[in-house]
Nanobody, 127 residues
Framework: HVQLVESGGGSVQAGGSLRLSCAVS????????MGWFRQAPGKEREAIAG???????RYADSVKDRFTVSKEHAKNQLYLQMDSLKPEDTAMYYC??????????????????????WGQGTQVTVS
């Protein structure tokens, strides 16, 4: 029912920046916990950034102070601003969402609980 479509991926040099966008349809983003996951070849998928229904943000230590997650309710869009990119940031990036179901949602996501809705992914390559 909920559809997520990512855009903005590409190739950049180390130290550069990219901004990913995720268009949300089928549900009001006000009622969703949303975030970004990534998966590199040979590695487990990891939650890297999330934003709650009240705007509270959470980040994985690997991207803290370099990435910023935000949402624009009027456009029903989710964003991920990525600065100071490193080669180890190379991965497929996915936006994801779920109806808010409790205060421990982020802790659940980072320990393996999957959100219900996923985008198709967008590739980010840093060289």
């Amino acid at each position: 029912h909920v559809q997520l479509v990512e855009s903005g991926g590409g190739s950049v040099q180390a130290g550069g920046s990219l901004r990913l966008s995720c268009a949300v349809s089928g549900y009001d983003a006000l009622y969703l916990c949303m975030g970004w996951f990534r998966q590199a070849p040979g590695k487990e998928r990891e939650a890297i950034a999330g934003i709650n229904t009240d705007g509270t943000t959470r980040y994985a230590d690997s991207v803290k102070d370099r990435f910023t997650v935000s949402k624009e309710h009027a456009k029903n869009q989710l964003y991920l601003q990525m600065d100071s990119l490193k080669p180890e940031d190379t991965a497929m990036y996915y936006c994801a969402a779920d109806r808010w179901y409790g205060g421990s949602w982020w802790e659940l996501w980072i320990t393996g609980t999957n959100p219900t809705f996923w985008g198709q992914g967008t590739q980010v390559t840093v060289s």
